[in-house]
């Protein structure tokens, strides 16, 4: 690295230099500087850290001491071989460091936002430029080695074509205040998610801004305002606006799952309220919580919150909070905590706090969505939810195959029809329904049609329409007869719709044939759906299954034997194994995985980035 120095008085530099390991705290190297210029060689045995060089002038500080840390050079040595030591990436948010460095001088920094003064093009090359005094990315980053968690380092600017560094690694972390990233980070990003990376957000107020990087990226580009920035004209998806904001409508909480537009913030006399907040429990059964103790409605994390936070748009109605995703968040946000800051609007930004999990392609995302939740590390609580993201999603523990997203208390049968999950109760009469999401909503009950409901002990749906058969629940009742309704929470009645082999047990519906088990003397047997009069056909051994369903065109079985599968051809194929599986009464499926409810009374679901492959 080459590092041009100056004195305090811009004569050359008469001094010396301290390179200190800032994670660690350890000096790395002392060097005498003379002159204008000073190389600094990276020896091989250096971890992969964040980095500061200090430069000291041995003579009396003229005209001012050295202040904003621009005698301060901080950088990041990556990993000579990627994910050599660990599969965890620690990204530096050097970009958002960079457009807060002398706030409010005229063409120094990006702030203030409004002043005519400010600059829309900094230079990563400038004096400083390093983290703010709040430094709210340093407690986490010394947390991570105390607490036995290797990790290798980049900067944020990496990212910006970044996707061969990523493909090394199971989870990218990001810390703290990372406001300002370019469309090739979030490119990258995005795409490390999507083929199964995992993230981690201990941050809020993350992609704020859209920037670029030009100069080779030794310059940031923010106008933060569309008609000023020629960029706008001939690629507006790179206009530097905010990442929610015309032309570009790439609302930031796609990748992240919250946004500042719903958060709040806290500045001024007001970061005081930093201390006194905590997080609510929305999710307690959820794998995040697993060790913590916490129960729905307890509080935690008092002190983590700030001094900005990001948030989901939320419904409450249905008792427990769950995203609307009508504001970018995925529809598979699981909210696990929030907290209600509304009253932040005295000291800046009133709004909300949300901690949730979601699927992002064939990866997980986790977002503690407060910038200061570094500080709250000491809580044990705080420790532990940390620990357990770091473990499943770092790679360091086994991830389990089934994850709880809520309640199946004592359900005897499940199958999901137009954007339903629908189960019956333990009286096998009770028709219940909720979203098959992955928040752990509650379940209400289908009102009952006039007339007698018949008793059931098997559910299923067909995956497509049929002509001339729509969508319906298919039920076999207690008689051996084929019941069908619509797939309505409301009232409907079920009818009759033929007989079913004496003793069937569990059912299910592809490509236009049905297949039926009898556990009496464990068959599998099959009909043409849409010939009601045609007679049923014993195909094999149905592998001791106590439920089925139909998930990418084959048929899985949970049974004694855990989870099988097999083609739906209506040839003598047997069931085979098809992955780890949790003891449960039924099974469904519904956009593209499986949900089981289990005997200890949970809805889990199996995620997209495990299912089986055979």
């Not at 690295?1 to 001094?15: E, I, K, N, S, Y």
């Not at 003064?117 to 900094?122: Q, S």
Request: some cysteine; aromatic content about 8%.
């Amino acid at each position: 690295m080459r590092f041009g120095v100056t004195a305090g008085d811009g004569a050359p530099l008469a001094g010396r230099v301290v390179v200190t390991d800032a994670v660690t705290e350890r000096p790395m190297a002392r060097a005498v500087v003379r002159g204008t210029e000073w190389t600094l060689d990276i020896p091989r045995q250096w971890p992969s850290s964040l980095y500061v060089a200090r430069f000291h002038d041995d003579r009396p500080e003229t005209p001012e001491p050295e202040r904003d840390a621009e005698h301060e050079v901080w950088f990041v040595v990556r990993a000579a071989r990627p994910a050599a030591t660990s599969s965890v990436l620690v990204s530096i948010p050097f970009a958002t460091w960079r457009a807060y460095h002398r706030a409010g001088q005229p063409g120094r920094s990006l702030y203030y936002a409004e002043e005519p003064g400010r600059a829309a093009r900094v230079s990563f090359a400038d004096p400083g430029g390093g983290p703010p005094p709040e430094r709210w990315e340093e407690p986490l980053l010394r947390w991570l080695p105390g607490a036995g968690y290797p990790v290798e380092f980049c900067s944020g600017l990496d990212l910006d074509d970044g996707g061969e560094l990523l493909s090394s690694y199971r989870l990218l972390v990001v810390n703290g205040h990372d406001e300002y990233w370019s469309a090739g980070m979030r490119d990258s990003v995005e795409t490390f998610a999507r083929k199964g990376g995992n993230l981690a957000f201990f941050a809020g107020n993350t992609a704020w801004w859209q920037m670029r990087l030009e100069d080779g990226g030794r310059t940031m580009v923010c106008h933060r305002d569309a008609a000023a920035d020629p960029v706008g004209a001939v690629d507006p998806r790179r206009t530097t606006v905010e990442w929610s904001s015309s032309p570009v409508d790439r609302p930031e909480n796609a990748m992240t799952g919250v946004s500042f537009r719903n958060g709040a913030g806290s500045w001024g006399e007001g970061m005081g309220l930093i201390g006194r907040e905590s997080y609510t429990v929305r999710f307690a059964g959820h794998w995040v919580f697993e060790g913590t103790g916490l129960r729905d409605g307890d509080t935690f994390a008092r002190g983590a919150l700030g001094y900005e936070t990001d948030a989901a748009e939320l419904d409450w109605s249905a008792g427990v909070p769950r995203a609307t995703g009508r504001d970018g968040t995925p529809r598979s946000f699981a909210v696990l905590a929030t907290a209600d800051l509304r009253h932040w609007r005295a000291y800046g930004q009133g709004g909300w706090a949300t901690m949730g999990v979601f699927r992002l392609g064939a990866g997980t995302v986790f977002n503690a969505a407060t910038i200061n939740w570094g500080r709250a590390l000491a809580d044990p609580v705080v420790d532990r939810i940390t620990r357990n993201v770091l473990d499943r999603l770092g790679g360091r523990a086994p991830q389990p195959s089934w994850h709880t997203v809520g309640q199946a208390p004592r359900l005897r049968a499940l199958a999901a029809c137009e954007g339903l999950l629908f189960a019956v109760a333990e009286d096998g009469r009770t028709l219940l329904h909720r979203e098959p999401s992955d928040q752990n909503l509650p379940w209400s009950v289908c009102p009952a049609a006039p007339g007698a409901a018949p008793e059931i002990r098997c559910l299923t749906a067909p995956r497509e329409a049929c002509h001339p058969t729509p969508l319906a629940l298919l039920a076999v009742g207690a008689d051996d007869r084929l019941f069908v309704r619509a797939p309505v929470s409301g009232p409907a009645p079920w009818t009759p719709a033929g007989r079913v082999p004496a003793g069937t047990t569990a059912l299910a519906m592809c490509d236009n044939t049905l297949f039926a088990v009898t556990s009496h003397d464990d068959t599998l047997h099959h009909r043409p759906a849409l010939r009601p009069d045609a007679r049923w056909t014993a195909l094999g051994p149905a592998g001791k299954a106590s439920s089925l369903t139909v998930l990418n065109a084959r048929l899985y079985a949970a049974g004694p034997d855990g989870l099988l599968t097999r083609p739906p051809v209506t040839t003598d194929a047997p069931f085979t194994p098809a992955g780890p599986f949790p003891s449960a009464r039924a099974l469904a499926s519904y956009a593209g995985r499986l949900l089981a409810a289990t005997h200890d009374d949970l809805l889990v679901s199996h995620p997209p980035q495990s299912t089986p492959v055979v």
